[in-house]
């Protein structure tokens, strides 16, 4: 009996081998469509499960697919819509919620002339429901293997959310500015208005020291000098917070400024405490800076200041550090004085907070306060890394000018 697959003269086969090729080329595309229906219906659950909202349209507008998230946040109840009337019948404006999105604008129209979109946020009040809310696209265009375009998908997330927590923080930003500049204003007014009367009394009570010396007793005249004494710290203290509310109030411009300069002056302004316990203060190359050279010397002078007082056993040795980062200077002051337990580092820089009695070290703890009020204006951050007994070095970092300014 002949075989079926038996070659034929020519090459041809037998209709038995063509049969078998037959039956299993029917079962390869039977398993191949399975494949296919399978690999279909897991891209239409992903499509449909989606948080985001997708939409696929075609070179002439029409729209191809589109998964139910797009639908619920556009609205797309409404089909065969010209690209042009899109946004008048979705309800789309631009950020300003109420000049219509001109056509030419729309995502899917720029990408169906082969442009990309990147995070472009729209308002949208739906003509029918009235419902509003922001959407945030990002849109392709659909291109061939030749780079032709054959449409364009959008991908679109609901960011009302997003946008209202941001108001609300942008919001209380505002409010704590407000705030901030009256509490400025009342501390200002505050310490201003008081200084007058405390004028008076200190003045009288000195008067009172000076002509009834040898008529008073011990008693009253001890009484007469603490209140002396008191009136001249609350002198302190009012000066002490004028000077913390003209940080903001009061400051020059911030400008490309020479810190060295501002470095040398205020070594000049404490050259009596530094020649009394024998500093020694060294310094790296000082940089051209972003600042007001006057508030940039009080910085100086009162972290500078602090190594001197707050100084151990052994001289002061004080270290200055400039190091240039990407966008900024980083300072550093470096002292081996006392040191700082790490509980207080923030503490510090609290207006009127002291680690110490007056008795043991004399201040009212507004130095480092408006040191930490200059260097936020700056737009900067001021902080410490101390150990009680291992020294206390200060960071501080202040923006480089813009370039092309001497
Ligand atoms: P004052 O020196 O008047 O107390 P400051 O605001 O300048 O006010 O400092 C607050 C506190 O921080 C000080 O009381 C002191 O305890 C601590 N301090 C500041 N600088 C240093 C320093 N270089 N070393 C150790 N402690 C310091």
Known sequence: MASAS?????????????KIEVEQ??????QSRTRLRDQTRILKSVFSSMNEGVVVVDRLGKRLLANHAAELMVGLDQRDVAPEKWAEVYGFFLSDQSTLCPAHEFPLVRVMRGQRVDDAEFFIRNPQSGEERWVNFNSRPLLDDRGTVLGGIAVIRDISEHKRAREIVAEQQRELERSNRDLEQFAYAASHDLQEPLRAVSGYCQLLQRRYKGQLDVNAQRYIAEAVNGARRMQALIEGLLAY??????GNPIVPTDSQTAFDQALVN??????????VITHDRLPLVAADSMQLMLLFQNLIGNALKYRGADPPRIHVKAEERETDWLFSVQDNGIGIDPRHHEKIFLIFQRLHTRNEYPGMGIGLAI??????????????????GQGSTFFFNLLRPPQGEP
């Open 6 to 18: 038996r070659q034929l003269p020519n090459g041809l086969k037998s209709a038995g081998d063509l």
């Open 25 to 30: 080329g029917v079962v390869a595309l039977e």
């Open 245 to 250: 509310s003209r940080v903001a109030r009061r």
């Open 270 to 279: 404490l050259e009596a405490a530094i020649g009394e316990c024998g500093a």
């Open 371 to 388: 040191c930490l009020k200059i260097v936020e204006r700056h737009g900067g951050h001021l902080w410490v890394e101390s150990e009680p």
